[in-house]
């Protein structure tokens, strides 16, 4: 009897958080994905999608990894994760539109892979070549993706301890660790040597040299992001905050140092230019405002427990979905405008309430979402459909249970 009421308390708490997929999975622009090493799983976070709690949706993606370190997503839409457990690189498709649940289609594991953790695309989209940084030598590597051949990148340049990076087309950005207590003794221990340091360092992937960005305010780096002005974004987990370092001069600010941050790890950027980190100890991922430190968003609890590394789908692009569809508030009225396009791609309530909230993510991530929208927009339907062929325009408020009210529906640009 006990066994059946713990089974059954389980099983309630896995339907409140979400199931693995059990068909194809579909990445929308501004989505997360998360590699979580307690869960051992990659994770999607649909900001825009919510449940009747005010949640947004998680999914496992696929489950079944060792110790996952990093996550991106190549030009063919598949994931790509770094699993430093496994000392291996996976490709994982998530066999979006099919009846079948997301699978490994590719593993990469040659020998020189030992213990990757940072992990990035580079290249052009009929020639991408994979970036991992490998924690047993200290080194950065290069996987070539039609063959899986892997070899190191700048021989001369090594890390105490290479943690996350970020690739340009003539650089790699680098977040080292460093040779700090608990971790692995310098692997060039003599006094005041830099590489003994936590540090954020530039390589010239071309000439292969090395310039080393030392913050003094930085404990232990780990996650790196390059933002939209060219100068650069650092996470720091012993230090529990997130600094920018400026890419001419070196000086470095701290621009957000939150009680909530107990161990962060990797950072992304959406298209808005906010900031996406993981936080390994805190079980949770927060949307940081770079301007003023703030935390906008806090994605925790479901499937979350260990997040290592995180990506956003489609960043690096502007906001708006390729349709053109936006949304906007005007004097406490929530206006949404979708096109033609997207109102016939998402012509059910179901559908179209998930687009609106995800509108209102992309465009002001800090507005409350409106909750329930799957119930509230059925006896509108009829009349919003009737704008198919030109566009719609719906406007209304939230109601104290954030809840929309909508006051007016008509065609785009009424």
């Given at each position: 009897?006990?066994?059946s009421?713990?089974?059954?308390?389980?099983?309630?708490?896995?339907?409140?958080?979400?199931l693995?997929?059990?068909?194809?999975?579909?990445?929308?622009?501004g989505?997360?994905?998360?590699?979580?090493?307690?869960a051992?799983?990659?994770?999607?976070?649909?900001?825009g999608?919510?449940?009747?709690?005010?949640?947004?949706?998680?999914?496992v993606?696929?489950?079944?990894?060792?110790?996952?370190?990093?996550i991106?997503?190549?030009?063919q839409?598949?994931?790509?994760?770094?699993?430093?457990?496994?000392?291996?690189?996976?490709?994982?498709?998530?066999m979006?539109?099919?009846q079948?649940?997301?699978?490994?289609?590719r593993?990469?594991?040659a020998s020189?892979?030992?213990?990757?953790?940072g992990?990035?695309?580079?290249?052009?989209v009929?020639?991408p070549?994979?970036y991992?940084?490998?924690?047993?030598?200290?080194?950065?590597?290069?996987?070539?993706?039609?063959?899986?051949?892997?070899?190191?990148v700048?021989q001369s340049?090594?890390?105490?301890?290479?943690?996350?990076?970020?690739?340009?087309?003539?650089?790699?950005?680098?977040?080292?660790?460093?040779?700090?207590?608990g971790?692995?003794?310098?692997?060039?221990?003599?006094?005041?040597?830099?590489?003994?340091?936590s540090?954020?360092?530039?390589?010239d992937?071309?000439?292969?040299?090395q310039?080393?960005?030392?913050?003094?305010?930085l404990?232990?780096?780990?996650?790196?992001a390059?933002?939209?002005?060219?100068?650069?974004?650092?996470s720091d987990?012993?230090?529990?905050q997130?600094?920018?370092?400026?890419?001419?001069?070196?000086?470095?600010?701290?621009?957000s140092?939150?009680?909530q941050?107990?161990g962060?790890?990797e950072?992304?950027?959406q298209?808005?230019?906010?900031?996406?980190?993981?936080?390994?100890?805190?079980?949770?991922?927060?949307?940081?405002?770079?301007q003023?430190g703030?935390?906008?968003?806090?994605?925790?609890?479901?499937?979350?427990?260990?997040?290592?590394g995180?990506?956003?789908v489609?960043?690096?692009?502007?906001?708006?979905?390729?349709?053109?569809?936006?949304?906007?508030?005007?004097?406490?009225?929530?206006v949404?405008?979708?096109?033609?396009?997207?109102l016939?791609?998402?012509?059910?309530?179901?559908?179209?309430?998930?687009?609106m909230?995800?509108l209102?993510?992309?465009?002001?991530?800090?507005?409350?979402?409106?909750?329930?929208?799957?119930?509230?927009?059925?006896?509108?339907?009829?009349?919003?459909?009737?704008?198919?062929?030109?566009?719609?325009?719906?406007?209304?408020?939230?109601?104290?249970?954030?809840?929309?009210?909508?006051?007016?529906?008509?065609?785009?640009g009424?």
């Open positions: 009897m006990r066994r009421i713990a089974f059954l308390i389980l099983a309630v708490a896995l339907l409140g958080a979400g693995p997929a059990r068909a194809g999975v579909t990445l929308q622009q989505d997360i994905l998360v590699a979580d090493a307690v051992k799983a990659v994770i999607l976070i649909e900001p999608v919510t449940d009747k709690s005010g949640n947004a949706r998680q999914t993606v696929y489950q079944g990894l060792n110790n996952p370190r990093s991106a997503v190549d030009n839409g598949n994931i790509l994760v770094a699993d430093e457990g496994a000392n291996a690189v996976y490709v994982i498709d998530p979006t539109g099919k079948d649940p997301p699978k490994i289609v593993t990469y594991n020189l892979l030992q213990q990757p953790y992990l990035a695309l580079s290249g052009t009929t020639a070549v994979i991992v940084t490998l924690g047993s030598n200290g080194r950065i590597a290069t996987i070539d993706p039609s063959s899986g051949v892997a070899q190191t700048c340049v090594y890390f105490q301890a290479p943690r996350a990076l970020a690739v340009t087309a003539a650089d790699a950005l680098v977040a080292d660790y460093g040779a700090v207590p971790n692995q003794p310098p692997r060039n221990p003599q006094p005041g040597d830099v590489e003994n340091r540090r954020l360092v530039k390589v992937l071309a000439a292969c040299t310039i080393n960005f030392l913050c003094s305010q404990q232990t780096a780990t996650g790196v390059i933002n939209s002005d060219g100068n650069y974004y650092l987990s012993a230090g529990q997130l600094l920018q370092v400026n890419s001419t001069n070196g000086a470095c600010t701290v621009i140092k939150q009680p941050y107990q962060p790890r950072i992304a950027l298209s808005d230019g906010k900031v996406v980190m993981a936080d390994y100890v805190a079980g949770a991922v927060f949307v940081v405002d770079p003023g703030a935390i906008l968003r806090t994605f925790s609890g479901g499937w979350l427990r260990g997040p290592n995180v990506f956003v489609g960043a690096g692009g502007p906001p708006p979905p390729p349709s053109g569809s936006s949304f906007q508030v005007v004097n406490g009225t929530y949404w405008k979708i096109t033609a396009a997207d016939q791609a998402n012509n059910t309530a179901y559908l179209l309430a998930a687009l909230n995800r209102v993510y992309q465009y002001n991530p800090q507005q409350q979402q409106a909750k329930d929208l799957v119930d509230t927009l059925p006896p509108s339907m009829e009349q919003i459909l009737t704008y198919t062929p030109t566009g719609v325009q719906i406007q209304g408020t939230l109601d104290s249970a954030s809840k929309l009210v909508i006051s007016s529906i008509g065609p785009l009424s």
